[in-house]
């Protein structure tokens, strides 16, 4: 049982370092790029207007799509990695 | 062919299409009827979720506001994507590990208190009713414009096929009828916006089109409106917006919001497995971006558009002549949303901004008023008159307008109706109710909620405009919060959690109602709605995050006061985070 737990926290805590690093990936492009951090892009152009616009109203959407396949893949390989993964 | 006829072609034509999935997927047990017998592919899932989360409000209304607020308001383009990243992570998994039908119930088994269920099932019958009302408003809209029938004759026509097909198969019939609805809704809002984009940039996507240069006027897309819309007074499409905090926090109340809302939640344990949840949340972003990218496109296009339609030779020469307005503006000058009033009695439509700043370039051209209302929800009904597209795109927006409403609705009023019929019915009143019982329960609970929502759609209370601030507060500061804290922490228990959701829900509201007037009655405000008066300039709108961090804090605090919760709440909450093993923890 023991090891079982062991093996489990351990599974666990890999849970969480992706969530948290897919979190801050999260944030930084919308609430960085497509938000705070919009004047600082305002030298990129794009199409008639810069950075910051494209990603709060496109390059945010697209990141969240790539984040959530890529979190999706990963644990589900973790998932089988661990033996946690359902018959 | 009239456009009327062509119109009922295609709104006739889906409608039997829905009745016909109600009748192959009708529910057998409750387990249909809750969550669709589980067996529902993630793909065919993410679907689903596309149509249960696009309403009216992202069909009818988002490029309209968009529009007309410009960059400020892609706060509702990140919002309402950004959560799915928040349910694929920190909550859809494991409440599908849970594997019980609804929110309120993995809430009141987790915090092992009744109390705690009642305040998710209160926070969750308020949020899902107000959303509710608006698409069964949003219906009647489509309807008296589309089939020239009066907006409750619409209602009521809607509310008949909603009852078919969701009392006859519950989440089952309502999963594959959202399946149907969200190929006829995304067709019907890219096939516009395609034509459009192609109109003005030769350019096919019109995500793309978005950032691509004006073919008539060689500038780039975004620039040529920037320019259009300055010469008349307005404020700049792409401009930077002052207040970031505000839009932070009013972006993150969305997100937290709508990673909270039930309705959404409960498509999730419709799959068979954990790893297929995590699978239909990047799907439903798939299927929800193919609108959300093409939106904007939308606003900015329709935008520029409807300015070229009234001043056809540019912002500083003479707008057009009031009988020469174009057939789509006799259209809907019939429906009250767009409104005309000669005011300096020249017979053209002059269509500016009438602010302090313009005033005088208004008075040296002999303007006296700005002189065109238009309603910006019509602008993605209108879309396809304003470019002049064929009759049958017109048809097409039709149909797709009430897939959105009515598929968004269904989902609400399942939310609703398991809610009542499985945690105050079951959960309360009568646990000892037998299965046939219970799906009974469900389906007058359904067809209750329906006739109260028809109501409710015909004659909206002054609330029913309030979704955002409502239905996406309530679920940021109460759901989201219980619910995360319940998988990712264990020391969490019964009365940090209650202390907590109430702590979250009360502030919230309090700052809302503070503004916009308490339980909405006009007139009992404390304050004016205005960026001066907010505290630290957070508007009522964004404060549900503010909430969110008042319930984490006060539950946390509690708790650690309190004792911990007892060992087999623990192991439920071990079980929760692993799709196999300590699951039968739990169950000894």
């Not at chain 2, 209302?373 to 396809?384: E, F, G, Y």
Request: aromatic share 12%; glycine share 10%.
């Amino acid at each position: 049982m023991s090891q079982h737990s062991e093996n489990a926290e351990k599974y666990w805590k890999a849970n969480l370092r992706l969530i948290i690093g897919s979190l801050c990936v999260w944030a930084f492009v919308s609430y960085g790029c497509g938000i705070l951090f919009r004047p600082l892009l305002s030298g990129i152009a794009v199409g008639g207007t810069d950075l910051g616009f494209w990603f709060a109203q496109q390059g945010s959407i697209l990141t969240f799509i790539v984040l959530i396949f890529f979190y999706a893949w990963r644990m589900n390989k973790l998932d089988k990695q661990f033996g946690l993964d359902e018959e | 062919m009239s456009q009327f006829a062509v119109n009922l072609i295609f709104v006739g034509g889906s409608f039997a299409l829905y009745i016909a999935i109600a009748i192959w997927a009708k529910a057998g047990s409750t387990k249909d009827f809750y969550v669709a017998g589980g067996g529902v592919h993630p793909i065919t899932n993410g679907m689903a979720i596309g149509a249960d989360w696009m309403s009216a409000a992202s069909f009818i209304s988002m490029a309209g506001l968009i529009a007309a607020g410009g960059y400020a308001n892609s706060t509702f383009l990140m919002g309402w994507t950004g959560g799915y990243v928040l349910l694929a992570m920190l909550l859809a998994p494991y409440l599908r590990k849970f594997g019980k039908f609804t929110v309120p119930e993995f809430i009141g088994d987790r915090f092992y208190s009744k109390n705690a269920r009642f305040v998710a099932v209160a926070c969750l019958i308020v949020a899902s009713v107000t959303y509710v009302i608006g698409q069964m408003a949003g219906a009647g809209v489509a309807f008296s414009r589309f089939l020239e029938v009066d907006s409750t004759t619409g209602l009521i026509i809607a509310a008949i096929v909603v009852f078919i097909y969701a009392v006859l198969g519950g989440m089952k019939g309502i999963t594959y009828t959202q399946v149907a609805q969200y190929i006829v809704l995304i067709i019907a809002y890219t096939i516009p916006a395609i034509f459009i984009s192609l109109q003005l940039t030769d350019t096919a996507i019109p995500a793309i089109g978005l950032f691509s240069t004006h073919t008539e006027s060689g500038l780039p897309l975004l620039q040529k409106l920037d320019e259009v819309i300055t010469a008349l007074g307005f404020q700049d499409y792409t401009a930077d917006v002052d207040n970031k905090l505000n839009m932070v926090l009013f972006t993150l109340t969305l997100m937290i919001g709508t990673a909270g809302l039930p309705h959404v939640i409960i498509r999730f344990f419709t799959v068979p497995k954990v790893a297929d949840a995590r699978w239909s949340a990047g799907w439903a972003l798939v299927f929800i971006a193919l609108l959300y990218l093409t939106a904007p496109a939308v606003a900015s296009m329709a935008r520029l558009n409807l300015m070229t339609t009234i001043y056809p030779d540019g912002p500083t020469s003479q707008p057009i002549e009031y009988e020469a307005r174009p057939d789509w503006v006799k259209a809907w000058e019939e429906t009250g949303l767009i409104t005309y009033e000669d005011k300096n009695s020249n017979g053209r439509i002059e269509l500016y901004n009438d602010s302090p700043e313009f005033e005088p370039t208004a008075t040296a051209r002999g303007w006296k008023g700005n002189e065109l209302v238009v309603n910006r929800d019509i602008l993605v009904l209108a879309n396809p008159e304003i470019a002049n597209l064929p009759s049958w795109v017109i048809g097409l927006i039709a149909a797709g307008g009430l897939a959105a409403a009515l598929s968004t609705a269904a989902g609400l009023l399942l939310a609703i109706s398991s809610s009542v019929s499985h945690d105050l019915i079951k959960g309360a009143i009568k646990p000892d109710i037998s299965e046939k019982g219970e799906l009974m329960a469900a389906r007058i609970t359904m067809s209750v909620a329906i006739v109260v929502a028809t109501y409710l759609g015909a004659n909206p209370p002054g609330f029913a405009a309030q979704v955002v601030a409502l239905a996406f507060g309530i679920a940021a500061a109460s759901l989201f919060p219980a619910l995360m804290m319940g998988i990712f922490s264990k020391r969490v228990n019964n009365k940090g959690a209650v202390a907590g959701m109430l702590s979250g829900l009360i502030f919230t509201l309090v700052y809302i109602f503070i503004f916009l007037g308490w339980f909405f009655i006009p007139g009992t405000n404390n304050l004016a709605n205005t960026p001066d008066n907010w505290l630290l300039g957070i508007s009522p709108l964004s404060i549900g995050a503010v909430g969110a961090l008042i319930n984490f804090i006060v539950a946390f605090a509690v708790s650690s006061a309190t004792e911990e919760p007892p060992i087999e709440i623990q192991e439920l909450v071990e079980s929760v985070r692993y799709p196999r093993g300590a699951g039968s923890a739990s169950n000894h």
